[in-house]
């Protein structure tokens, strides 16, 4: 409703605003179309106002900085404008947004329009916000939304083909896997390697080995380019040498990558790092799995020499002190406290409640290492090293019976969270021993057992299984990892 001099001149419903975007290749896509549905015509002003700080994602999360880099000067063009900014890490960032059609008047801060629609009639105007760093801002990039829409949904269209389709007669249901595979399509990302999920947005909207590695498992039914190309960035990224402040060691698989600026400078260890003590094992399991789904062997003698090296980080990293275990311990000081995929500061720790201290040896870690030895077990009989292949079927048996011996723990019928520093089990019920079970490191009675114990009353919710049951001392329901259900833990 629009009023002049005490009198109404547009009606309430008169004129419809339906503003869409679309995020595709590094920019964001806007069309804004009003419609007069007046039998009059309207004369209109709008304005889009806007700014940019070029904060880092880390900074949004609370990491405070002693230093930032340099806010540059504003160019503003008939259709477009430029927003730079220079960072410590020398790289320009730039924030380009470009109008279509131009506004009628367009200042550093806002883009203001003037619209007169006869009765009837609609208008479109789109923009485009382009990030960019380091490239040159005469790029041509057109505002086309609904040829981009159109691009996207084609490619989707095609990515689509090549998937298992599931459909049932519940319609809830259809709907709830249509937007399951909606959202994996928004996070799978192209790269030299091939497609890799990443974690989630907006967070985590970038490469992280255990997350793209679980992704791939339980896709690998339906999609399995996605295993390749997570094997394939994986192995690209393999550590290849000791460095304490990434938490990284030869042969050990990334657990982060980030290109964000705080990154590049080192202030905090993202670049690449490497404190997670599941993702190697893990590498060596979607190897074996990716093979038995596919065949693909010319793949996996091209990613052997990975997979070996990452064998070689198990033996001579991952256990420390020789015990037979892969247990962890940050070298750096900005890196995760824990390195499992419970990595938040409480989430291993005894009976009473008091925190388990590093070197840790997670149960379900040592069920990955199990299940990666038998797996490069068969893929060394496969490339014809029957001598390998025969010795890693010892180790993994070896590992089984030392587990047993180490993890059971009776009086609560199913395996110990965790061993801490001074081999002392951590007698918990955890989410955790059901890793076992997948892993399948556990003798038939025990796998029996466990499974009863997730059952009861006090792991299972009726919803899910709890990451730690509710009779235990740091149980808490909202609690990331001491009484939530997540759903990668009970699939």
């Not at 009003?34 to 002003?45: E, K, M, Q």
């Not at 291993?348 to 990666?372: K, R």
């Not at 009989?381 to 010795?391: F, N, V, W």
Request: net charge negative.
């Amino acid at each position: 409703m629009r009023w002049r001099d005490s009198e109404i001149v547009v009606p309430r419903g008169t004129v419809h605003f339906f503003r869409s975007k679309i995020l595709w290749e590094k920019t964001c896509y806007e069309r804004l179309r009003i419609h007069n549905y007046g039998r009059a015509a309207v004369d209109l002003s709008f304005s889009i106002e806007f700014d940019a700080d070029f904060v880092d994602i880390f900074e949004l999360r609370g990491t405070k900085r002693e230093r930032r880099g340099c806010r540059l000067e504003t160019q503003v063009k008939r259709d477009h404008l430029v927003l730079a900014y220079q960072g410590l890490d020398n790289c320009l960032r730039r924030t380009r947004i470009i109008f279509d059609p131009p506004p009628s008047r367009l200042t550093e801060t806002a883009a203001t329009f003037h619209i007169r629609l006869e009765a009837g009639e609609a208008a479109n105007y789109r923009c485009a916000i382009a990030c960019e760093v380091n490239s040159d801002s005469r790029v041509e990039i057109k505002p086309c939304f609904e040829k981009v829409v159109q691009e996207a949904a084609s490619t989707l269209e095609r990515e689509r083909a090549e998937e298992a389709q599931v459909f049932t007669q519940n319609e809830q249901f259809n709907d709830w896997l249509n937007r399951s595979l909606a959202d994996l399509h928004m996070m799978r990302t192209g790269t030299p390697y091939g497609p890799y999920p990443y974690a989630g947005i907006p967070w985590f909207s970038t490469v992280f080995g255990r997350d793209g590695i679980i992704t791939a498992l339980q896709c690998l039914w339906m999609d399995p380019s996605l295993a390749r190309g997570v094997l394939g960035v994986l192995a690209a990224t393999q550590a290849d040498s000791e460095n304490a402040e990434q938490d990284a060691q030869p042969g050990k698989v990334v657990h982060e990558m980030r290109a964000d600026e705080m990154s590049i400078t080192g202030e905090i260890p993202f670049r690449r790092y490497y404190g997670s003590i599941d993702a190697t094992p893990l590498f060596v399991m979607l190897a074996g799995a990716y093979y038995r789904r596919t065949g693909d062997r010319s793949f996996i003698e091209s990613i052997w020499p990975n997979v070996e090296r990452a064998l070689e980080w198990i033996e001579r990293y991952g256990d420390s002190d020789g015990d037979g275990f892969v247990e962890y311990a940050r070298k750096s000081k900005h890196g995760l406290i824990h390195q499992g995929w419970k990595d938040s500061v409480d989430a291993i720790f005894h009976s009473d409640g008091t925190s388990a201290e590093a070197p840790i040896a997670l149960c379900e870690v040592q069920g990955y290492v199990y299940a990666a030895k038998c797996a490069a077990s068969e893929l060394a009989k496969i490339l014809g090293d029957a001598a390998r292949s025969r010795e890693l079927s010892k180790q993994a048996e070896t590992l089984s019976r030392r587990f047993e011996k180490a993890f059971w723990c009776e009086d609560i019928a199913t395996y110990a969270l965790a061993l801490d520093g001074r081999k002392q089990p951590c007698r918990v019920r955890t989410s955790n021993a059901g890793h076992c079970l997948f892993a399948s490191v556990a003798t038939d009675e025990h796998a029996r057992r466990v499974a009863a114990t997730l059952m009861e009353e006090t792991s299972f919710s009726g919803w899910g299984i709890r990451t730690v049951g509710s009779s235990e001392a740091r149980y808490n329901p909202m609690s990331y990892h001491n009484g939530s259900i997540w759903p990668h833990d009970n699939a």
